[in-house]
């Protein structure tokens, strides 16, 4: 185990505070924002979706409100961590009242702003843990040392130690589901079970089956589509990040564009707020660049045969990355309790369908809990 605990206080109280000259610069800069007079339509772009960009950078110009969006996260319990070294932002929700730890792992381009729809309704049943990464948000940047999933994992187990608990659920979605499953993988006895919503890929040995290779090829088509930004973020972040931290017009197209491409239409339109909210967040902490060390860091994959031994659920999104036959699964995950294929409900699940994600996260955990063996607290 490489997380430490610091010396008390490794946990105090935090408030959002975006100084006030940020918010001014933010607001000069909108209102420069060059847009073109004729949308370039190559490449496999729409022009409905750049009016969206377009729509949405007009209202963070015109009519978002950061100070009372501030004010709305503000009346959530929001704590900084300090786990070996590093301080981490963690929203806690739920806390006093006896109910299991659940704690909730996002991915890229989010924060955990993602999660808020759903922490009412959840911590009717669970004491709910939103830490945020190094380099995402309000948590330390934590440049000085590895960001990779595999140290993640160890923070996080590190954080819920600092909160008392020895033992808790965790789901994670995006390069949140890696974190978890590596923290079922690396810490097992930390936790009761998993729930993902992106797994971890096993070794590609013995030889894929049919339908192996065709969900295998069907990723490689949908990554030559969709996955150029991967590329990009993995080889050259920070001359990315150069014109992400300079540009909110740019930054808003860079974030928003997956916001929109991954979320599934079925749900109804996106919050605007919710998407402007996140861009803010990127914006007045300057963490275009440090957010990106996920695709430049990546750990090495699982071994032939090494497998997730912990109790696992896997919950694959309704999105145009195709999902996985459940054989494929079980060679990564050596207790799947089950494999759901959503119908409805994309990438940002929580923050599409907050009803649903509630309602999955309730039937896994009762699955995942079978038998008895809850969170010692």
């Excluded at 979605?173 to 729930?195: M, N």
Aim: glycine share 10%; aromatic share 8%.
């Amino acid at each position: 185990m490489r997380f430490r605990l610091e010396a008390v206080p490794a946990v105090e109280p935090f408030a959002i505070a975006v100084p006030d000259g940020v918010l001014d610069d933010l607001a000069a800069r909108l209102q420069r924002s060059r847009l073109p007079e004729r949308w370039l339509l190559a490449g496999g772009e729409r022009a409905e979706r750049l009016d969206e960009i377009a729509a949405l950078h007009a209202r963070w110009r015109d009519a978002f409100d950061w100070r009372a969006h501030e004010a709305r996260l503000n009346a959530l319990e929001q704590l900084r961590v300090t786990v070996d070294g590093t301080v981490l932002h963690v929203v806690r929700h739920g806390a006093g009242r006896g109910r299991s730890p659940l704690l909730l792992a996002n991915g890229w381009p989010s924060s955990f702003v993602e999660y808020v729809p759903v922490l009412d309704d959840l911590a009717a049943d669970f004491e709910l843990v939103v830490p945020g990464r190094p380099g995402y948000g309000f948590s330390e940047r934590g440049l000085g040392a590895p960001a990779d999933d595999d140290r993640v994992a160890d923070l996080f187990v590190g954080v819920m130690a600092a909160l008392g608990h020895d033992r808790f659920l965790a789901h994670g979605d995006d390069f949140g589901g890696s974190v978890v499953s590596r923290i079922g993988l690396r810490h097992p006895d930390a936790v009761v079970g998993l729930h993902v919503l992106e797994w971890l890929e096993p070794h590609p040995e013995p030889r894929p089956s049919a339908d192996e290779q065709a969900y295998l090829d069907g990723v490689v088509a949908w990554e030559a589509a969709e996955r150029a930004y991967g590329h990009v973020q993995a080889t050259r972040p920070q001359t990315l990040a150069l014109a992400l931290d300079d540009s909110p017009l740019g930054l808003l197209a860079w974030i928003a564009d997956k916001w929109l491409s991954w979320s599934d239409p079925a749900c109804g339109p996106l919050d605007p707020d919710l998407v402007l909210g996140t861009a803010t967040i990127f914006w007045a902490t300057g963490t275009a660049a440090s957010s990106m060390r996920p695709y430049a860091e990546r750990p090495p994959p699982l071994e032939p045969g090494e497998r997730i031994g912990v109790p696992t659920v896997v919950t694959a999104a309704h999105e145009e990355r195709p999902p996985p036959p459940r054989s494929w699964l079980e060679r990564a995950y050596a207790d799947l309790r089950d494999y759901r294929v959503r119908e409805r409900g994309g990438h940002f699940f929580a923050a599409e369908d907050p009803a649903g994600f509630a309602a999955e996260l309730r039937a896994t955990v009762a699955t995942l809990t079978e038998g008895g063996g809850g969170p010692r607290h």
